[in-house]
């Protein structure tokens, strides 16, 4: 079983490299984002408590968000790994998480931090927002989201650097560059 966590600030281009390496590695993509979202579109209970946090751009509460991960790799013990995006987000989300595989006989193998200046992330969510609609991508979001990865979310590298865990990708270029940079480092585990 291979494990990665696709890591970076919003905007990064975190979900579309995960589908990516979804189709070439046969791993189940876990996108946090996605999940809530979906439980926030079906006006679920954690759903609507999701999105009153979303759209301030804070961070889920980790307790709904740990639920919700733990519940998911439980449904999905036979796959051949995961592919975690947007998780986890805070370092005491990281120590649930490792203790969590732990528990099911598995690991992280690699943390693939997509970096990206803050001028470029901007750019690439205002024209997401005006691609997919989201509500997440005001400008006024954007700034606070950023500023929060920064405050709460860059711990999780510090996490996993002294394991020679992190790997920093370049995420600048086409699709196909950033990409072909993920699969020279998962290729090497």
């Known amino acids: ?32 984002g996605d999940i809530l979202r979906q439980a ?19 961070l889920v509460p980790d307790e709904m968000v740990i639920g919700i991960i733990r519940e998911f790799i439980h449904a999905h013990r036979d796959v051949k790994g995961f592919i975690f995006d947007g998780f986890p987000r805070t370092r005491p989300q990281a120590v649930q998480l490792d203790q969590m595989l732990h528990d099911e006989g598995t690991m992280i193998n690699a943390v693939l931090l997509l970096s990206v200046e803050k001028e470029e992330l901007v750019q690439r969510l205002l024209q997401r927002a005006k691609l997919e609609g989201r509500a997440d991508d005001k400008e006024e979001v954007i700034e606070n989201r950023i500023k929060v990865y920064h405050e709460q979310t860059a711990s999780v590298a510090s996490h996993y650097n002294g394991s020679g865990k992190l790997f920093q990708i370049n995420g600048l270029g086409t699709v196909e560059e950033i990409f072909q940079r993920l699969e020279e480092v998962i290729d090497k585990l």
């Open 40 to 58: 926030i579109a079906a006006e679920t209970p954690l759903g609507l408590q999701a999105k009153t946090f979303m759209d301030k751009g804070q």
């Open 1 to 32: 079983m291979i494990n990665l966590i696709l890591f970076g600030p919003p905007g990064a281009g975190k979900g579309t490299q995960a589908q990516l390496l979804e189709k070439k590695y046969a791993l189940t993509h876990i996108s946090t």
